[in-house]
């Protein structure tokens, strides 16, 4: 039975399933699409959420964070059904962008 579900970045996948036996083809697909560390996701997550946007659930949250879009193009393209207007994307791309 599955009491709660919580998205993880792939950075967290990949610092928890360090130490166990994973197959050889997740090792590479984490070590090839997983570009921060989970301290660095982490930070990115509570800085977007300190966004406070009601438009930002933490499963899109998540998968900037995975993604790291570098322009309002990308942005748009990971759930074009959340409508961020300009300065919304921009906000988040700052945000990227700093860290």
């Known amino acids: 039975m599955i009491l709660s579900k919580t998205p993880l970045t792939l950075a967290a996948v990949k610092h928890?399933?360090?130490d166990s036996e994973v197959t050889p083809q997740m090792r590479d697909y984490l070590k090839t699409f997983c570009k921060i560390s989970k301290e660095e996701a982490e930070?990115?997550?509570s800085e977007i959420k300190a966004l406070n946007n009601p438009k930002l659930n933490e499963e899109f949250i998540?998968?900037?964070v995975d993604f790291l879009p570098q322009d309002i193009e990308d942005l748009n393209k990971?759930?074009?059904e959340i409508g961020l207007n300009e300065e919304e994307s921009?906000?988040?791309l700052s945000i990227i962008n700093k860290n």
Do not use: M
């Open 16 to 18: 928890y399933t360090k």
């Open 43 to 45: 930070k990115l997550i």
């Open 62 to 64: 998540v998968k900037v």
């Open 78 to 80: 990971i759930s074009p």
């Open 90 to 92: 921009k906000a988040i």
